[in-house]
């Protein structure tokens, strides 16, 4: 969960996360919807640039993180991209037996689009992911009315998730104690008893955190206390800015050139 | 070069582009911004009846017995920490569980849709598994398609009474494969410059099976593992979990 931490100790972290959260979201559809390499560079750019230097994270954590959706993208891109033909096709073709396993230029640019695209989306998450605790996430849906019961759900899964990863590593670290994991039959064996008991104590603990809000008199809402940051009247300027521009742009790129 | 040897050299190639590069395999999550905005706003709303049909089960549940939304928290909880942990894997690559088919076998279909809607978010923004934008379509294959057919499977084999483990073991790996084949649907339909539908879901299939057909199988073992050492172990707390199946 390194992201957590990071988000916790980034600088744009008292920013307002409506506003975060409005730039983010606008940023990501509009890249989507205009699929065209020079929004998606401009895109890339900008939000690498406040996730990086206005945030403060580190610039070799930032690409460690870009590359974790890569193998996905490789494979896929291949698929997208290579042909096997019984014709060779004007981009590159490899001969195998009587087949050609072929490339036009036409999917090859169709492909670096679709790269280009994915990786800026992607940089957009991770600004909103690398600034904005979850419970402030939370927060903006909230106001943004979403159901009530799925949000006190979201809450309660957040804070489950660190006492069961907590509880999972403890295991692993005594089942590594115990040469646990010593081959690959005994590795099999060890993850599938971590389960079933992380199962069985999650049950537990879930039902005295119960009996716990019971007697903090529990009525069917959580009530968490939000610190309220006023949004900067700057700031939302700059990104309303921002985000006309880049619509006209990306609108200008997609009818008139 | 003889035309046997070009062969062999390319059959080389391919294998080391498969299994050579690859750093991580996770279960299939569409990355953020992979699919069209048409696309990703047409799997959403495929997903919203499964959605809200998942959503009322849990409210009515809930308003019957209040205390279940601990236990409920904690079962989506346990979904995502157990699709979080490493798993042992063949290629020495590192893998993980998609935990859906364990969830549905556990918790049941519908409550295993609103869980997975909220386990993708916090994947896509915890772990950066999967996106915002694409979350109408990993939700889809992840936690509607797969936890469905993994349950169908599970009941129908309880009912032909064939044995438990093989059971849920088919239940856990079909499960996953159906996923997988929905998934490269999903990609087929929005991605086929070029070529027709059926050569692109042809090569997304062949391109992701090397990693996903023993992903499967690890976690349908893993699956009987676990629901094994539950039964052993656990029957008051199976039984708790139970009023969350029942109490529809």
Redesign the interface.
């Known amino acids: 969960?390194i992201?957590?931490k990071l988000c916790y100790n980034s600088r744009l972290r008292y920013e307002n996360a409506s506003e975060k959260f409005a730039f983010a979201?606008i940023t990501?559809?509009i890249?989507?919807?205009s699929?065209s390499i020079a929004v998606a560079c401009i895109v890339l750019s900008v939000t690498g640039i406040l996730t990086v230097c206005k945030g403060g994270i580190p610039v070799s954590r930032y690409l460690h993180?870009l590359?974790?959706?890569?193998?996905?993208?490789?494979?896929?891109t291949?698929?997208?991209m290579?042909?096997i033909r019984r014709t060779p096709m004007d981009f590159f073709a490899?001969?195998?037996?009587s087949w050609y396993?072929t490339s036009?230029v036409?999917?090859f640019l169709?492909a670096l689009q679709?790269i280009l695209?994915?990786?800026?989306?992607?940089s957009?998450?991770?600004f909103?992911?690398f600034t904005t605790p979850?419970p402030d996430?939370l927060e903006v849906l909230r106001k943004l009315r979403c159901?009530k019961?799925?949000i006190?759900?979201?809450l309660?899964?957040?804070r489950?998730?660190f006492?069961?990863?907590e509880t999972?590593s403890a295991i692993?670290t005594s089942q590594d104690c115990r040469l646990g994991?010593r081959d690959?039959k005994t590795?099999?064996?060890s993850?599938?008893?971590?389960?079933?008991?992380?199962?069985?104590r999650?049950?537990?603990?879930?039902?005295q955190?119960?009996d716990a809000?019971e007697a903090r008199c529990y009525d069917?809402t959580i009530r968490i206390l939000s610190e309220n940051r006023p949004p900067k009247k700057k700031v939302i300027a700059a990104i309303i800015l921002f985000d006309t521009a880049l619509f006209v742009f990306s609108l200008w790129r997609r009818f008139f050139l | 070069m003889s035309?046997k040897q070009?062969?062999i050299i390319?059959l080389a190639g391919v294998f080391a582009?498969?299994f050579g590069?690859?750093?991580?395999?996770?279960a299939?999550?569409?990355?953020?911004?992979?699919?069209?905005?048409g696309f990703?706003i047409a799997w959403g709303a495929l997903c919203l009846p499964f959605l809200a049909a998942g959503?009322l089960s849990?409210?009515k549940t809930?308003n019957e017995h209040?205390?279940l939304?601990?236990?409920?928290?904690?079962?989506?909880?346990?979904v995502?920490?157990?699709s979080?942990?490493k798993?042992?894997s063949?290629t020495g690559s590192c893998s993980h569980m998609t935990g859906t088919g364990?969830g549905a076998i556990?918790f049941g279909p519908s409550a295993v849709s609103?869980?997975g809607l909220?386990?993708l978010?916090?994947q896509?923004?915890?772990?950066?598994?999967g996106?915002?934008?694409t979350i109408g379509a990993n939700t889809f294959s992840m936690a509607i398609a797969g936890p469905f057919v993994s349950y169908g499977i599970y009941v129908l084999c309880k009912k032909m009474n064939i044995n438990k483990k093989a059971g849920v073991f088919l239940a856990a790996t079909l499960g996953d494969l159906f996923t997988y084949c929905v998934t490269a649907c999903q990609?087929a339909l929005a991605?086929n410059?070029?070529?027709t539908f059926g050569?692109?879901l042809g090569?997304?299939l062949?391109?992701?099976a090397p990693t996903q057909v023993p992903l499967a199988i690890?976690e349908g073992?893993?699956t009987?593992?676990?629901?094994?050492?539950?039964e052993t172990?656990?029957k008051p707390?199976l039984r708790?979990?139970g009023y969350i199946k029942e109490a529809k």
């Open positions: 969960m992201i957590d979201m990501l559809f890249c989507v919807m699929r993180f590359t974790v959706p890569l193998a996905f993208l490789l494979m896929s291949l698929a997208i290579l042909h490899v001969p195998i037996g396993l036009s036409h999917s169709y679709l695209t994915a990786l800026s989306a992607v957009c998450l991770y909103l992911s979850m996430i159901p019961l799925l006190e759900l979201m309660l899964i957040y489950f998730i006492v069961l990863l999972a692993r994991n690959y590795a099999l064996k993850f599938g008893m971590l389960g079933s008991i992380l199962m069985i999650a049950v537990s603990r879930s039902n955190l119960y809000m069917g | 035309k070009k062969q390319a582009l498969t590069i690859v750093p991580k395999v996770n299939m999550h569409v990355m953020e911004g992979y699919l069209p905005g990703c959503f849990i409210k809930l209040r205390n939304i601990t236990l409920l928290a904690m079962s989506g909880a346990f995502f920490v157990i979080s942990l798993i042992p063949v364990l556990l609103i869980l909220i386990v978010l916090f896509a923004i915890l772990l950066a598994h996106g915002l934008t990609m991605h410059a070029d070529t050569a692109a090569k997304f062949v391109v992701f690890i073992i893993l009987v593992i676990i629901v094994m050492g539950l172990y656990a707390e708790a979990i």
